[in-house]
């Protein structure tokens, strides 16, 4: 064989060898990745987390890897915790969401996990940001509304119990018609526009789901504080406070009629499932300010039969592969 036949047959090699290993890459990406949805079903989001990152380190490309990857790290976030190195962890988790959003600026799932990492470390307003994000691609998403109107309504419940204990009073949710008037006008001033918004959300969500007892039940809550903000006209505080009952007596109906299908259970997904609708509360006694709301982000997985076979054989044609061409 001559010398420019020699060349080009060793070209044609190194291309078939460089060809051959990224499609060993690819698979064993893959294989991490399956690792890491086990790990991360049996709750070792540590290990899980391992998993993930080699996957993006040996296929870049691997859509679902980075967003697996950021929901593990997202694990680590602890509710209501803003110490440093809690939102140092929730940054993390944020990075790489990002980044799937720099591909993709429209990926619902990423919108909706920043958003449920700013809630649980109380950066209300880039919450609310990340939520309207997905209401700006999908206008019927219910718990997109919803959980703008709740944090409404944590923001406004803060800003009352804030005003009123500098009187040592405690909050009535109906009105507190017993407060300073200097108190009530700072919780109007306050509060307005987050009752104006929180009602128009939380509206909006029941628009698109008529069972929604949850938002039924952050309706009754904000309602009472409308009564705050309406002190100056009597009629319209009482009117606010039986608004709010009415919600509460149909959210507690609603609930009643949902519970055997929370009971089955939801559907599952295949891939990645972001919940925001695990909430606690107080219909009964909203005064006790016992009511919250957490947004969370819940991963679904499920990794058929025919995926763990490919990459099992695959492994054993990358494995040869490796044998030969060392």
């Not at 944090?151 to 009187?167: F, G, M, Q, R, S």
Request: proline fraction near 5%; glycine fraction near 4%.
């Amino acid at each position: 064989m001559n010398g420019p036949a020699r060349i080009t047959a060793l070209t044609v090699a190194l291309a078939g060898m460089v060809l051959s290993m990224g499609g060993c890459n690819r698979l064993q990406a893959r294989d991490q990745l399956n690792k890491g949805v086990e790990s991360y079903k049996s709750a070792r989001y540590e290990e899980a987390i391992g998993h993930f990152q080699k996957a993006t380190e040996l296929d870049p490309s691997l859509p679902m890897a980075k967003s697996y990857l950021a929901t593990a790290l997202a694990q680590n976030v602890v509710p209501g915790l803003t110490t440093p190195d809690n939102l140092k962890n929730a940054q993390q988790a944020i990075s790489i969401f990002q980044e799937v959003l720099n591909k993709e600026p429209n990926d619902v799932n990423s919108l909706k996990q920043i958003a449920a990492i700013y809630f649980s470390v109380k950066q209300f307003d880039k919450a609310k940001e990340f939520q309207k994000r997905v209401l700006s691609v999908d206008p019927k998403d219910p718990e997109a509304a919803y959980t703008v109107g709740v944090i409404d309504w944590t923001l406004a419940h803060e800003n009352t119990l804030k005003a009123l204990a500098t009187v040592n009073m405690n909050d009535d949710g109906e009105g507190n018609a017993k407060a300073p008037k200097k108190v009530l006008q700072q919780i109007k001033d306050e509060n307005e526009p987050l009752v104006t918004e929180g009602l128009q959300y939380l509206n909006q969500a029941l628009a698109n789901r008529s069972n929604y007892d949850e938002a039924m039940s952050y309706l009754n809550l904000i309602y009472r504080r409308k009564a705050d903000v309406d002190y100056t006209d009597p009629n319209a505080v009482k009117a606010d406070v039986a608004a709010a009952k009415d919600w509460s007596s149909k959210a507690m109906g609603t609930r009643k009629e949902n519970e055997p299908r929370r009971t089955r259970g939801p559907a599952v997904s295949p891939w990645i499932q972001a919940a925001t609708s695990n909430r606690s509360y107080s219909s009964t006694s909203p005064s006790d300010g016992t009511a919250s709301a957490e947004a969370e982000a819940v991963l679904v997985f499920e990794t058929s039969a025919w995926a763990t076979d490919s990459i099992t054989e695959g492994r054993r044609s990358c494995n040869w592969a490796q044998v030969a061409y060392s």
